[in-house]
């Protein structure tokens, strides 16, 4: 029992939270033409400015060739461009376009307008532990942000 919650119960809460989250994703993926993967390329891009390809690809866990086929397909579609490092040649560096800054604003303006408007049905008291959740969902998932996976 965790806090008078059973195994069972907590399975059955989680598992409609990743419902929730999985299908509230799926309608920007369908929304947005872009795969869960790009949308999540463009927000850290957005946020990073820049990143080298390595970078991307450990921030992702995914290897470098699949982080260098996702950014092929997003430079076919305007949405990144790679540069050559000027620290080091061997080394590409990947910026979001102009295109992929709007789309990836469109994508979070989406997120924003409907989470808000979906907040107003619900108490302050629970808007407050969505966001203590929210905001503590790393520790409470044991998820290391810095480098690979961790507590699997």
């Known amino acids: 029992m965790l806090n008078g919650i059973s195994r069972q ?4 809460i ?4 990743l419902q929730a989250i999985y299908r509230f994703e799926r309608v920007k ?3 947005f033409g ?9 927000q850290f891009l957005r ?17 470098v060739s699949t982080a ?10 305007q949405l ?3 540069r050559q490092s000027h620290d080091d040649k061997r080394s590409r560096i990947v910026e979001i376009e102009a295109s992929g800054e709007n789309l990836v604003q469109a994508v979070e303006d989406h997120t924003f307008s409907r989470i808000s408007t ?24 044991n998820v290391d942000t810095t480098e690979g996976e961790k507590g699997s």
């Open 80 to 82: 990144l461009n790679r």
């Open 47 to 63: 946020r990073q400015g820049s990143a080298a390809m390595s970078d991307i690809a450990a921030e992702m866990r995914i290897p």
């Open 118 to 141: 979906n907040l107003e049905k619900i108490t302050d008291v629970d808007i407050s532990g969505v966001i203590r959740t929210a905001t503590n969902l790393n520790a409470i998932l």
């Open 14 to 17: 989680l598992f409609g939270a």
């Open 9 to 12: 119960d907590l399975d059955d």
């Open 34 to 42: 872009l795969t869960y993967e790009q949308i999540y390329l463009l």
């Open 68 to 77: 260098t086929r996702l950014i092929d397909r997003m430079e076919k579609r």
């Open 29 to 31: 993926v369908q929304r």
